[in-house]
C-alpha cells in the first residue's frame, strides 16, 4: 500500500504540467513524505557518486544536466510550509532539512566535483551558457575556498547546517507570535471611518471566534486598516507597539537566535577570508563594497530626513498638532489626502476589484510582452488559488500558481518563488521552440504569493498597496517565464540580488502611472475608468510622503548592512541597544526600548536578504531610469517593450546585470529621474 501511494507520488512529480497538489499536500501524502524524501536523497547520493567516478575522457556537458525529484519535491513541501504552516509539514522540514543541507555541503566542498567542472570548462568544447554556468559554478566553489583544510570545511558545513535551522526557528517564531496577536473593538466611534469591507471583515474574524464586537488581528490588511482609519490614537499606538515588537520577548523570542546567527555568519565570512558577511554577501552582486552601499544609503537618508521633516511639518499645521507620534502619520497623512487634496482610498478602492485588476494586469503583460494567461482547472490544495498556462506567441512557455488571500498560517508578506525550474533539452536555435521539437521538458512552475483580505459576501476591493504588490509579484513571475536559456542556472534566480528587483519595481509602473491607470481601472458597478479629479490628485501626490517612506526602507537597509559589517553585540542587552540605536539615527522619530523591529525581520533572518536588503533602493535607481526611457514616447511603446525584453527578461543571467543595463540603456545607470521622482 505504501509502495503503491510513494510510486503515485513519483508520478504526480514526473507530469509535465502542474501536479495534483491537493494530493501532494494532503495527510495521507505528508505522513510518508519524509520517508521518500530520504529515499530520494539515497538515490540522489548514489547518482552523485557515479558522477564521481566518471573518467575525464568521458566527461561531456550533460553529466551537469539532470533533473532533481528531490529538489522538485523538497520545493513544494516547503511552499506548503510558507502559505500554510501546520504542525505535521513544520516537522518533516525540520526533522529532513539538516540531512538535505548535509548533501548540498558535500557537493559544495567536493573536490573531485570541483575538479570536473574544471577539466570541463578547459576541455570540452561549450556554447556561450555552457560556459557561463561553469563560470559562475567555478566561482562559487573558489569563493566556498575550495582548497581550505577539511577541518575548516567541516567547521563551514555545521555553520551552514546551523544556519538554516535558525532560519527556521525564527520563522516559527514571528508566525506563533504573530497568531497570538488580536484586538476587540465595540462599534464605537473609533470605528466611524472605516471602510465598509474592511468593517465586514473585522466582524468575520469575530464571529469565527464566537465575538460579538469588531476583531482586528496581525494581518497585514488589519494593521493597516487601523493605523489609517481608527480615530484612537491609543489603539494605533497597541497595533504599532505589537508590529515592532512581534517574537521579541516570552515564549517566541528570536533575539538569541539573531545573536547566534549574526555571530555564525561572521565566523563564516571570516574563514573564507572576508571581513565580515556584508562583504561575503557582495560576491555576486552589483554593488562592490559595503561602504559603497552605506555612503549611498547614508547620503539618501540624510536628503530624505529634510524632506520628510517638512512632510511631517505640513501634518502638524494642517491639523494643528503640537506633536505627532509614528503610530499617527498613517492615520493623518490619510485624512490630509482627503481634505486637501481631494482625495478618499475609500472611493479609489472601488476602481480596483480584485478579479478585474488581475484581469488588467494580463492585459498589461500581454500588450507589452505577447504573454497570454489561460486559466486552467485542476484540483486544489486551497480554493483560493488559480492555475494558469503560460503562453508567448502562442507557445506553452511556464505554468502559473496565483494565491494572492491572506490565512493565518501563511507567511505575512507577498513573495514570488519557482516550485519547479525550467528544464528543457534541445538545441538553442530560437526561443521557446515547438513542442514537437522539444525532447525532454520541465517547464517552470511559477507561483506568486500575497495576503490580501478576501471579501465573502460581496466584490473584493483592494487598496492601492495591493494592486501595486500585485503587479510587483508578477514583475518576478515573467522575468522568470521569460528567461531565454533553458537552463535553470541563468533565469530570474540567479539575476544580481540588486538587480533581480529590477523587473518586479518596473511592472509596478503600470498600475499607479496616470497614463496606466486611465487603462487598468474599472469601477466595480459602472465599469468607468477613473475620474481626472483622482488623476490629478494621485499626480498631485506622488512626491508626497515619499521621504518618510525612503527614510523607512534605508533604516532597514542600513540596519541589516551594520549587523552584517559591525563588531557583535556579545549580550542580547547589548543587541537591543545597537539596534535601537541604529534605528533611531535613521529616523526622523525618537522609538523607545520596546521598539525591537529586527526580531520579525524576516527577510534577512529567514530569507536570502542578509547584507542585501539595500537591493530594493538600488533596483528602485535602476528601475527609476529604465522608466523615464519608457516614458519618453508611450508607455506601451512596443518598441521599447520588445528591447526591453530582448536585453534583459530574455537574457536572464547570462550576462553581468551592468551588461544588461547598458545592453538596454546604451550607458551606465544614473540617479537622476530617481530624485526627481521622489521631488527632489
Not at 552605506?294 to 530624505?304: C, P, Q, V, Y
Not at 518618510?548 to 542580547?572: G, V, W
Request: hydrophobic share 35%.
Amino acid at each position: 500500500m505504501i509502495n503503491n501511494l510513494k510510486q503515485k507520488i513519483l508520478n504526480e512529480l514526473e507530469k509535465k504540467e502542474i501536479p495534483d497538489l491537493k494530493f501532494l499536500f494532503s495527510d495521507e501524502v505528508l505522513n510518508i513524505s519524509l520517508a521518500l524524501l530520504r529515499e530520494l536523497l539515497e538515490e540522489e547520493k548514489q547518482d552523485f557518486e557515479e558522477k564521481l567516478k566518471t573518467p575525464d575522457e568521458k566527461i561531456t556537458f550533460d553529466l551537469f544536466d539532470d533533473f532533481s525529484k528531490l529538489d522538485y519535491f523538497w520545493s513544494l513541501l516547503n511552499h506548503f510550509e510558507n502559505v500554510n504552516s501546520g504542525d505535521k509539514i513544520r516537522q518533516i522540514i525540520e526533522d529532513f532539512e539538516g540531512e538535505y543541507v548535509d548533501f548540498w555541503n558535500y557537493i559544495a566542498y567536493n573536490k573531485r566535483y570541483y575538479d570536473i567542472l574544471v577539466y570541463t570548462r578547459q576541455n570540452i568544447d561549450l556554447d556561450e551558457e555552457q560556459i557561463r554556468i561553469l563560470y559562475q559554478s567555478i566561482k562559487a566553489y573558489k569563493i566556498r575556498w575550495i582548497d581550505l583544510e577539511k577541518q575548516k570545511q567541516d567547521e563551514l558545513k555545521e555553520i551552514s547546517k546551523r544556519l538554516s535551522e535558525l532560519s527556521q526557528k525564527f520563522w516559527n517564531n514571528v508566525l506563533d507570535s504573530q497568531k497570538e496577536f488580536e484586538y476587540n473593538l465595540p462599534n464605537d466611534e473609533f470605528l466611524k471611518e472605516f471602510p465598509f469591507d474592511d468593517l465586514d471583515q473585522a466582524k468575520k474574524r469575530a464571529e469565527e471566534k464566537v465575538q460579538i464586537w469588531f476583531t482586528f488581528d496581525a494581518s497585514p490588511s488589519s494593521y493597516i486598516s487601523i493605523m489609517k482609519y481608527c480615530s484612537n490614537s491609543e489603539i494605533r499606538k497597541v497595533f504599532y507597539k505589537a508590529k515592532s515588537s512581534f517574537a521579541s520577548n516570552w515564549d517566541f523570542d528570536n533575539r538569541s537566535i539573531v545573536l547566534e546567527t549574526l555571530n555564525l555568519r561572521d565566523k563564516q565570512a571570516k574563514i573564507l577570508g572576508y571581513k565580515n558577511h556584508g562583504e561575503l554577501s557582495l560576491v555576486f552582486k552589483m554593488a562592490e563594497t559595503p561602504e559603497q552601499i552605506i555612503n549611498l544609503l547614508e547620503d539618501i537618508t540624510k536628503n530624505a530626513k529634510i524632506k520628510a521633516s517638512k512632510e511631517l511639518e505640513e501634518l502638524r499645521n494642517h491639523f494643528n498638532l503640537s506633536e505627532i507620534n509614528p503610530w499617527d502619520t498613517g492615520y493623518y497623512f490619510r485624512k490630509l489626502k482627503e481634505e486637501k487634496y481631494n482625495l478618499d482610498d475609500r472611493e479609489l478602492k472601488k476602481y480596483f476589484e480584485f478579479e478585474n485588476t488581475l484581469k488588467e494586469l494580463f492585459w498589461v503583460v500581454n500588450k507589452l510582452y505577447s504573454i497570454e494567461m489561460k486559466e486552467i482547472s485542476w484540483d486544489k490544495y486551497d480554493e483560493n488559488i488559480r492555475y494558469y498556462e503560460v503562453y508567448k506567441d502562442s507557445k506553452l512557455i511556464s505554468y502559473f500558481v496565483a494565491d494572492y488571500f491572506y490565512n493565518q498560517n501563511k507567511r505575512s508578506w507577498a513573495w514570488a518563488d519557482t516550485l519547479r525550474a525550467k528544464h528543457i533539452s534541445v538545441p538553442l536555435s530560437q526561443p521557446f521552440p515547438p513542442m514537437e521539437k522539444r525532447k525532454k521538458e520541465f517547464l517552470p512552475i511559477v507561483v506568486n504569493v500575497c495576503n490580501f483580505t478576501k471579501s465573502s459576501e460581496w466584490k473584493t476591493l483592494l487598496t492601492m498597496l495591493d494592486v501595486e504588490t500585485m503587479f510587483h509579484e508578477f514583475g518576478h513571475a515573467i522575468h522568470e517565464m521569460l528567461a531565454f536559456s533553458k537552463y535553470s542556472e541563468l533565469t530570474w534566480f540567479n539575476v544580481e540580488w540588486d538587480f533581480v528587483e529590477l523587473p518586479s519595481q518596473l511592472l509596478e509602473n503600470w498600475c499607479s502611472d496616470n497614463e496606466a491607470l486611465k487603462v487598468v481601472s474599472k469601477h466595480h458597478e459602472t465599469w468607468e475608468i477613473i475620474p481626472e479629479n483622482i488623476l490629478e490628485s494621485l499626480e498631485n501626490l506622488k512626491t508626497f510622503w515619499t521621504w518618510n517612506a525612503t527614510l523607512r526602507q534605508n533604516e532597514f537597509a542600513l540596519l541589516d548592512m551594520f549587523l552584517h559589517t559591525s563588531d557583535i553585540p556579545k549580550t542580547i542587552e547589548e543587541l537591543d541597544k545597537k539596534t535601537l540605536e541604529i534605528s533611531n539615527s535613521l529616523n526622523i522619530f525618537e522609538n523607545e526600548e520596546d521598539y525591537k523591529s529586527y526580531t520579525s525581520f524576516t527577510h534577512i533572518f529567514d530569507w536570502w536578504y542578509s547584507a542585501w536588503y539595500y537591493s530594493y533602493m538600488w533596483a528602485e535607481i535602476i528601475e527609476a531610469d529604465i522608466f523615464a526611457e519608457f516614458k519618453k514616447n508611450w508607455i506601451f511603446d512596443k518598441k521599447t517593450s520588445t528591447r526591453f525584453l530582448n536585453t534583459i527578461l530574455w537574457q536572464g543571467s547570462r550576462k553581468d546585470a551592468s551588461e544588461l543595463f547598458k545592453d538596454f540603456m546604451n550607458r551606465e545607470v544614473k540617479t537622476d529621474a530617481f530624485f526627481e521622482r521622489k521631488g527632489f
